[in-house]
């Protein structure tokens, strides 16, 4: 079996490597599977019509164009391979809601065959709320004065509002026709699938069972009901089926707990190496790439993804770096994290190149200007292995090639994506490290070499946990949203340091000097009518009831007064 082939009626006027089954006719090929395809007309797993786009327009000589259809046909491959879009079924009977008014409910019948859909017609003042899934949906009612639940598969709302909107299986005949509505509605009937778009790593998510909200913004972004909060679990619930696999949860989110199924770190990864030496040229799936027409000078190459919104500047570095060039993202829409990691890495490469690292075009004529100016960037090119690495380490590896030894400055960071820097207060600190458990992504750390507390900046998300978990006051405070270009911001900071506090007893080290001396500051005022207890003051928990239970043995009657003091 091949993986690839290339499909054109007309043919192709230069030839293609032999891997690639070039044909002009569809019958000869109707019995097989292909990994990757440039058309729809044959059945495959990865439609990559970016391909046509690539040889329609491409200024490229013909021998770079040969190797270069070679290249697109193989990083889908890998994006095929590192996928984790698993798919499901969801299984949907004929049962219809229409919210609309009579005339409208005509026009439907007129469309339909007699019967074919189990039909149950409301107005829409009466709907009160709507849960559940295109399968199995729930409307509450208000039927003259009383609650109804309404149970159908999928609902017809014209002018749908926002009630609607959420959860999948509403469909709005005004935004398309009812035509295509109906014809909508009766696929889904006969064969319902939906992909697994995000995937979850609880041990790193910044929500995920704090004692305090400190993020969630990955619900927030969401357009539908696909990502909610459980607030007094304080865990995150994911609904597929009402996914839109935009991704715009995952380039808010700052730790990179949430990834994007169809396109990892990983699959970005891995495909950007094929576009060493070219300038790729960011197309989401939704802005029809081939209808586009748009001539492209010499070493464009077309970068297809699947959502708009997935990309963040961990991602977006990687091929910057991977490629050595700019980067050009076509997109009608920006998500907030999406656009905030654009202006992070605007910002540095402003500082090292004196040149935008991303060209955002957001209409044609933008793009049409950003082929023109878009360039290499000397210099910029870096390959990094960062296989099993999380999002923020990523990124800082990559952030400090571009830093080396020199010192750019401080960027500002935005509303979605944050950067800061941990700052400790070490008079008051006493080394208790709540705020190193408080940190799930490794940026605060304790090392016990030498009893101190230390904080890589860069890989800091200024979450605030760690401000919240610390015990002291005038201790723990974050400078939020800038990521410094120095050396140091990679490197790890000592915030605090103390010595071991050896017990008077037995001599072991059970606790810090500093905290010693804050509770015997607190506690010796109180004790100070009993030697004995005052002395369990700098005693390891071993000998402080041991010295108690020495003392009281010894003079019992001592301890029988009204202060509880031996005498």
Not at 32 to 41: E, G, L, R
Not at 301 to 326: D, M, N, R, V, Y
Not at 367 to 381: H, R, T, Y
Not at 412 to 436: A, F, M, R
Request: glycine share 4%; net charge negative; with cysteine.
């Amino acid at each position: 079996m091949q993986e690839f082939i290339y499909y054109n009626p007309n043919g192709i006027d230069f030839p293609l490597p032999e891997k690639i089954v070039v044909t002009d006719s569809l019958i000869d090929n109707s019995d097989f599977d292909y990994v990757v395809s440039n058309t729809k007309s044959i059945r495959s797993e990865i439609t990559a019509d970016e391909i046509d786009f690539y040889i329609n327009y491409s200024k490229d000589p013909l021998s770079s164009k040969i190797k270069n259809v070679e290249k697109l046909y193989e990083a889908n491959a890998i994006r095929f391979d590192l996928a984790q879009d698993i798919v499901f079924k969801q299984e949907i009977s004929n049962k219809v809601l229409l919210v609309c008014n009579n005339e409208q409910k005509k026009e439907i019948l007129k469309s339909m065959v007699p019967d074919e859909f189990d039909l149950f017609q409301i107005s829409e003042e009466i709907i009160k709320e709507i849960n559940g899934h295109i399968g199995n949906l729930s409307i509450l009612v208000d039927d003259e004065g009383k609650d109804v639940e309404l149970k159908v598969d999928q609902i017809i709302w014209f002018d749908e509002k926002d009630l609607g909107m959420k959860q999948s299986g509403c469909f709005d005949p005004l935004k398309t026709s009812i035509d295509d509505v109906l014809a909508n509605i009766r696929t889904n009937i006969t064969n319902y699938e939906y992909k697994k778009f995000t995937t979850y790593d609880k041990t790193i998510c910044q929500y995920h069972e704090r004692r305090e909200e400190i993020c969630g913004k990955c619900a927030e972004v969401c357009p539908t009901v696909a990502i909610v909060k459980d607030d007094e679990q304080k865990h995150l619930e994911f609904s597929q089926i009402d996914c839109h696999g935009c991704g715009g949860c995952i380039s808010v989110c700052p730790s990179g707990a949430i990834e994007y199924a169809p396109s990892s770190r990983e699959s970005i990864s891995e495909m950007s190496r094929f576009y060493e030496g070219q300038i790729p040229l960011v197309i989401p799936e939704k802005m029809n790439i081939g209808s586009l027409a748009v001539k492209l000078k010499e070493n464009i190459l077309p970068f297809k993804i699947e959502g708009e919104k997935f990309l963040h500047e961990a991602t977006l570095l990687t091929l910057l770096q991977e490629s050595g060039s700019q980067v050009i993202f076509y997109t009608d829409f920006l998500s907030k994290g999406t656009r905030d990691s654009i202006s992070i890495l605007n910002q540095i490469y402003q500082a090292k190149y004196q040149k935008d690292a991303i060209l955002l075009a957001m209409t044609k004529e933008e793009l049409v200007n950003a082929i023109e100016e878009v360039d290499f960037v000397e210099n910029s090119k870096y390959k990094l292995n960062d296989m099993e690495m999380r999002k923020r380490e990523i990124f800082a590896i990559r952030l400090s090639n571009i830093v080396g030894e020199d010192d750019l400055g401080v960027v500002t960071t935005g509303e979605h994506v944050h950067y800061g820097h941990v700052k400790v207060n070490e008079s008051t600190c006493t080394l208790c490290l709540s705020c190193v458990g408080a940190c799930n992504v490794n940026a605060l750390i304790a090392d016990t070499s030498d009893n101190t507390l230390r904080l890589n900046a860069s890989l800091c998300t200024s979450c605030g946990y760690c401000e919240v978990s610390c015990p002291e006051g005038n201790c723990l405070t974050i400078e939020q949203d800038v990521i410094k270009l120095t050396p140091a911001w990679f490197k790890e900071e000592i915030l605090a340091k103390d010595e071991l506090f050896p017990c008077v007893e037995c001599g072991k080290e059970f606790a810090t000097t500093k905290a010693i001396e804050k509770i015997a500051a607190v506690m010796g005022p109180i004790f100070k009518a009993d030697p004995v207890k005052e002395r369990t003051l700098y005693c390891c928990e071993d000998c402080k009831p041991k010295i108690m239970m020495k003392s009281y043995m010894a003079n019992p009657e001592g301890y029988n007064n009204k202060e509880g003091v031996s005498l």
